[in-house]
């Protein structure tokens, strides 16, 4: 007796079709922005031994607290491939037990990486020709952002579609400082190294648009408010306010 196949509806194809491309996509944003990472911190923090790099007071060897921050985010890029990893493998269960370990990951990385911002400005420790306690309000703006985020994204984390936008926006909210520091681009100043990190939501918002055929609006709400973020910082950081505010993290007198 003959079978008679039924074909499937085409929006199921769709799906899947839909499903595998995501796969592919997030897993190579995974490995780029790691790669924009590693390149902008070999000279100051994975290869700082080859370049014979010091700090601002000479010290060839980092802080302790410095190493801290640097291990903590790079667990962070370590645990981003991961997590693209396991769902591009359909490991659900995996990625969400280690979901939580990112979660208190980015906690203690939104203390240290405050902490650490906190440090310099005291030391003085910021780009050339860049006030310290102005300068201050970027990194702050980076943690807060980041913390926003990752909040979000463990909120809406039954939300498949809304959750990978949110994770991947908490990481391209940090990506900045390794951007920075990529050959010839300090210089641009927060609005061109920021600008620059903001590639990589342009090449998301594109993704969604190409195969949804929309913006999600984890990426039409988030990235409005990271992208609106930084000319808020700069603002902020050139008033009265954010200078007390600064001075009194820092513990300078008024």
């Known amino acids: ?87 591009a ?34 030391r003085g420790a910021t780009p050339p020709g860049a006030n310290a306690l102005a300068f201050l309000a970027i990194p702050m703006g980076d943690m807060l952002m980041f913390s926003i985020f990752v909040a979000a994204a463990f909120f809406w984390r039954r939300n498949r579609e809304a959750h990978k936008r949110l994770m991947l926006l908490a990481y ?24 620059l990190a903001f590639i990589f939501l342009l090449i998301a918002v594109v993704y969604d648009r190409v195969s949804r055929h929309r913006v999600h609006i984890a990426y039409i709400w988030g990235g409005a408010l990271l992208v609106a973020s930084v000319p808020l910082r700069l603002t902020v950081s050139g008033t009265g306010t954010w200078r007390a505010i600064a001075q009194f993290l820092v513990g300078r007198p008024g």
């Open 89 to 122: 493998k359909h490991s659900v269960a995996m990625h969400r037990r280690l979901g939580i370990a990112g979660v208190l990951l980015a906690a203690v990385m939104t203390v240290v990486g405050a902490t650490t911002a906190i440090k310099a400005a005291a």
């Open 1 to 87: 007796m003959a079978t008679v196949s039924t074909p499937q509806p085409k929006w199921q194809h769709v799906a899947v079709a839909t499903g595998a491309y995501d796969r592919i996509f997030y897993s190579g944003m995974a490995v780029a922005m790691a790669v924009t990472v590693f390149i902008g911190f070999a000279p100051t923090f994975y290869l700082r031994f080859y370049f014979h790099a010091t700090t601002v007071s000479g010290a060839t060897s980092l802080s302790r607290l410095a190493q801290l921050h640097g291990a903590l985010f790079s667990s962070w890029v370590v645990l981003f491939m991961i997590q693209t990893s396991l769902v």
């Open 172 to 195: 391209i909210s940090i990506i900045a400082a390794a951007v920075a520091r990529l050959p010839g681009i300090l210089p641009l100043g927060p609005l061109g190294f920021y600008g």
